[in-house]
């Protein structure tokens, strides 16, 4: 598909990778919805707390926040207002050991890791005519991997899908996450990630080696010594070459909007699937110059500018 001609055109402030992606965080306060929570089981005797809000719509949205995210991200919060509004019902994820609540088994959640999401889907399917795929971030590889990558039957009801900040190259985001520019965003992921490995050791003291932590200075570190060797994998590299849904997005036939800003400072170049695009009709490319990581905000501005090409291309 030739790739969207379109751009986002913020004050000149905002016209910055990473106040975009700061200011977006800090200073947008979007309206939230009351959510019911349900606790589904997984086949392997875990748990996720999925929140849905319910209007009786026969189309939902699944929302897939990203790393250290949850249901009450605001980026989540802001997407699942606006769809709500448009007429969806809404679905927001919380990964294993993102609702509050520690998980169950050692497994950890991760951006491969598309078995809960068709876990979700699968339970859902019966209620809806049809189904919308939203992921952000670490979300975005989740959602464009599991479309892709032919594992699992995809529902006939999965109509189209979006994906914002998409890092496509999990190795390349992550050696770019490790660059001095971006110092403020590792420490505060690696903080979280402790803290849930900490009380992860008290489950599995035997399989948990919490005396690595000392070693982890940035998000690959933690990648190689905690989320590959909890999940199956050999290392880090190991984790991104199988979990990187770039390899799959030639596979993909559900309609796909991908947005990703080219001053998002989480995301190397090759991180922009430009050539993918092109080559398949059903992927449909943004690269504003501007909006930073998960960003695209503007001041005074009730909706993301990310958001309202979401819905533009979910109601076309």
């Known amino acids: 598909m030739p790739l969207v001609k379109t751009n986002f055109e913020p004050t000149y402030l905002l016209r910055n990778g990473h106040l975009n992606t700061i200011l977006n ?89 598309t078995s809960d999401l068709n876990l979700v889907i699968n339970l859902i399917e019966p209620d809806y005519k049809e189904i919308y795929l939203v992921g952000f971030s670490l979300g975005s590889n989740l959602i464009l991997k599991y479309l892709g990558d032919q594992k699992y039957k995809l529902s006939t009801k999965i109509r189209a899908a979006a994906a914002v900040s998409a890092l496509v190259d999990l190795e390349g985001a992550s050696l770019e996450l490790s660059k ?79 947005i990703n800003a080219l001053d998002d400072p989480f995301a190397s170049k090759s991180c922009v699937p430009t050539k993918e695009a092109k080559a398949n009709d ?3 490319l943004m690269t504003p110059k501007y909006g930073g990581h998960v960003g695209f905000y503007e001041f005074n501005k009730k909706h993301l500018w990310s958001e309202e090409r979401i819905v533009e291309f979910f109601i076309k």
């Open 180 to 258: 001095p520019k971006n110092v403020i965003y590792s420490k505060r992921f690696i903080k979280t990630l402790a803290e849930k490995m900490k009380l992860k050791h008290q489950q599995y003291p035997d399989d948990v080696d919490i005396d690595k932590l000392s070693k982890v200075k940035k998000v690959i570190d933690f990648d190689d010594y905690f989320t590959s060797v909890m999940n199956g994998f050999k290392d880090a590299k190991d984790y991104y070459s199988k979990s990187n849904s770039l390899q799959f997005l030639k596979n993909i036939e559900t309609p796909t909007l991908i």
């Open 25 to 113: 965080s800090l200073i947008r306060k979007p309206e939230s919805l009351s959510y019911k929570r349900e606790r589904i089981i997984t086949p392997d005797d875990d748990f996720l707390d999925v929140d849905f809000h319910k209007k009786g719509n026969g189309k939902v949205a699944i929302l897939c926040h990203g790393l250290e995210g949850s249901s009450d991200s605001n980026y989540i919060q802001g997407m699942a207002t606006l769809l709500s509004k448009k007429g969806f019902d809404i679905v927001a994820l919380n990964y294993r050991f993102c609702s509050g609540e520690i998980n169950k088994q050692l497994k950890s959640y991760h951006a491969g890791d």
């Open 282 to 284: 059903n992927l449909y």
